[in-house]
């Protein structure tokens, strides 16, 4: 029985071009991740100590975001709040059309992608320009994001020139990549100079000024907000930082770990609407104070969604974002869906060799790995569980269980080694699916210890 | 109730376990020589910084450093070249087709070349929209580390700031680094 994921990781993995790029590029982001890192004598403080803000900051949500709310309306903005998507898709449409909006550019926030946010208006006959260029190239080809920070990283350039040429008029057959950023570069430009709302997400929230701070390299969000009379930000409230002591920590990590650059070229912090316009702020719960009740996953609620989970995966750089089921997908993304929704995102938990690469290049130290463990252990009780694989590890426990059984059974082992493959590998053993037995030793390490044949350091001498 | 209601008392009741405020300092690494380190990082971000001349004002410099600039815009004093002030102007937008905006800093950031700009025209795309930053700061103003920096912030009053590190840029065609994504293609600190 195999999980969603692994059937469309096969998918994946047919073109086999593309598969290894995608594996060697990801892996080219997280050795410059290591770089940075290293660059920084006292990064495992800056590791720890954003670990700790977080836990302080997710452990006092009420009072920071309220604290956040009574600074961000003394500096001139509209706090609203969403319990769910459905809320934060109203309140948006109910701004976009008491504003009279028509055209509306949007900079990346994997919160509309989670609250389905540019479908819904689209429905509403409202037309939302995504600005990130990645963004902007998926939303042209109707595909969602494959990876939190670099969504487009599927897409090949020759894609990207054909899509340019249609719907940007660009040259025919030139798939330069700075040929086609600067053709969308002019596109967007008079997209922004004419549009009538802008919206970003937020990186960080910071309760003891209000401010709503926003990274990105290509300048959209900046460009947007600084065109339009109306600019909406909608945060998730794990978003919330204490201070600005706090950004100290967080920016010196987010870019370093995501991209591994020293910071992003742009921080920006907005705090007051722009002369004659109307800030509007989204406080967004949807499913994540339901997390703070469990334990064994609070820390998720630290991630700061800067990707390098993903690219340090070998599974996620294998498999690709599309083989996961939940809109996140990688490590955060297998935990993310979990706490949301455990049974329509099982598939997802068996996407990890448990190599723990993802926990140590955290950057606010969510223990990503662990947590996918814990996960599976869980999945009997949410049903969720692979049977061959249950039979197989009470077999494997009675085993480990009865000394006698195990000694018969390894001195039978060798045996296998002769077997035909189809007694070996067949629909009882779901191990063996994608996996090859190893050649089993005519003689255990038991036996040989007894018969003198293991040499020690002692007898070497 | 209202959902600001349910949502708190979510959180109320979903909080057990509280955790501490961290507030033990970080040993961030120091520069001696903040400068030299600033100019580093700015480069490697795809910027260019450089320490003006005594020899050398700053409307010398952006001439030479721009010389087919048609539209400079800027709100800085004692800039003859700039062709545009852009504080006159009513709409952001008439700021488009900018080639050089020449814009002050408040300090710089040695670890990572950025600069704070606390909004300080009228129109903020000024930062955004030209081909070409010019970013003018005090050479004396360059902190080591953005914990520094955030020190430097608090207690001030802006209605938008932003750290500005290199041009903007993007990856997201095959990670191919590309410069002038959406904001200048090019950026230029002048240390005076």
Not at chain 1, 100 to 110: E, I, L, N
Not at chain 1, 326 to 341: E, T, V
Not at chain 1, 371 to 400: F, H, T, V
Not at chain 2, 32 to 58: H, M, N, P, Y
Request: with cysteine; net charge neutral.
């Amino acid at each position: 029985m195999s999980t969603k994921h692994s059937k469309a990781a096969e998918k994946f993995l047919q073109d086999r071009t593309m598969a290894a790029w995608h594996n060697e590029t990801l892996w080219m982001v997280r050795a410059k991740r290591d770089k940075m890192s290293r660059e920084v004598p006292e990064w495992e403080e800056l590791r720890e100590k954003a670990c700790q803000l977080k836990l302080y900051s997710n452990t006092h949500l009420a009072e920071l975001l309220t604290e956040f709310e009574k600074n961000a309306a003394a500096n001139g903005a509209v706090v609203h709040w969403a319990k769910d998507a459905e809320e934060y898709c109203g309140i948006i449409y109910d701004l976009l059309k008491s504003h009279h909006v028509a055209r509306f550019v949007k900079s990346k926030s994997m919160l509309s992608e989670e609250c389905g946010l540019d479908p819904f208006l689209a429905g509403k006959g409202i037309d939302v320009v995504e600005t990130d260029l990645g963004e902007r190239i998926l939303q042209l080809m109707h595909l969602p994001p494959s990876h939190v920070v670099m969504p487009a990283i599927h897409i090949k350039r020759e894609q990207v020139g054909r899509l340019f040429e249609e719907k940007m008029g660009a040259e025919k057959g030139n798939y330069d990549p700075t040929y086609l950023t600067h053709v969308a570069r002019k596109n967007l430009r008079n997209i922004f100079l004419n549009a009538d709302a802008a919206m970003t997400g937020a990186n960080f929230a910071v309760a003891s000024t209000g401010d709503i701070v926003v990274c990105t390299n290509e300048g959209n969000a900046d460009m947007g907000t600084s065109c339009t009379p109306l600019h909406i930000a909608a945060f998730g409230i794990e978003k919330i930082v204490p201070d600005l002591n706090a950004l100290g920590v967080f920016t010196r990590l987010l870019a370093r770990s995501g991209t591994g650059q020293p910071v992003t070229s742009y921080t920006s912090h907005y705090r007051a609407p722009r002369e004659g316009g109307e800030f509007h702020i989204i406080i967004v719960d949807n499913g994540r104070s339901k997390m703070l009740a469990d334990p064994d996953h609070v820390k998720t609620l630290n991630c700061i969604r800067c990707g390098a989970c993903m690219n340090t995966c070998p599974v996620y750089r294998r498999s690709g974002g599309y083989s996961y089921t939940y809109f996140i997908p990688g490590p955060i993304g297998i935990n993310l869906g979990m706490a949301h929704d455990p049974e329509r995102y099982a598939d997802n938990v068996s996407a990890c060799s448990l190599c723990l690469s993802c926990s140590n290049v955290c950057p606010v130290k969510v223990d990503l790995g662990e947590q996918i463990y814990k996960w599976r252990q869980k999945l009997k009780e949410i049903g969720k569980d692979n049977p061959e694989k249950r039979y197989l590890s009470a077999g494997m426990k009675a085993l480990m269980d009865h000394p006698v059984l195990f000694n018969a059974a390894l001195k039978a082992a060798p045996l296998v080694n002769a077997m035909p493959g189809f007694l070996k590998y067949n629909r009882l053993n779901a191990w063996g699916e994608g996996r090859d037995l190893p050649k089993f030793a005519r003689e255990s390490f038991n036996e040989m210890w007894k018969k003198h044949k293991i040499q020690g350091k002692e007898d070497r001498k | 109730m209202s959902s600001r209601e349910t949502i708190l008392e979510h959180i109320r009741r979903n909080t057990s376990q509280k955790y501490e405020y961290p507030a033990w300092e970080i040993q961030a690494t120091d520069y001696a020589d903040k400068i030299s380190r600033f100019c580093d990082a700015v480069r490697l971000s795809g910027g260019e910084a450089v320490v003006l001349q005594e020899t050398e004002s700053l409307d010398d410099l952006v001439r030479r450093r721009f010389p087919e600039a048609r539209h400079i815009a800027s709100q800085m004093e004692g800039l003859a070249c700039a062709t545009t002030r852009p504080d006159e102007l009513a709409a952001a937008q008439e700021l488009d087709h900018t080639d050089v905006a020449v814009v002050e800093g408040q300090f710089g950031v040695a670890e990572n070349g950025a600069v704070w700009i606390p909004q300080n025209v009228r129109h903020k795309v000024l930062y955004f929209i030209a081909e070409a930053l010019v970013i003018v700061i005090d050479r004396e103003s360059v902190v080591s580390h953005m914990h520094e920096a955030y020190r430097r912030l608090a207690g001030q009053d802006y209605a938008f700031g932003v750290f500005i590190s290199g041009p903007s840029k993007t990856a997201d065609i095959e990670q191919a680094l590309v410069m002038g994504a959406h904001g200048a293609r090019n950026c230029l600190v002048v240390l005076r």
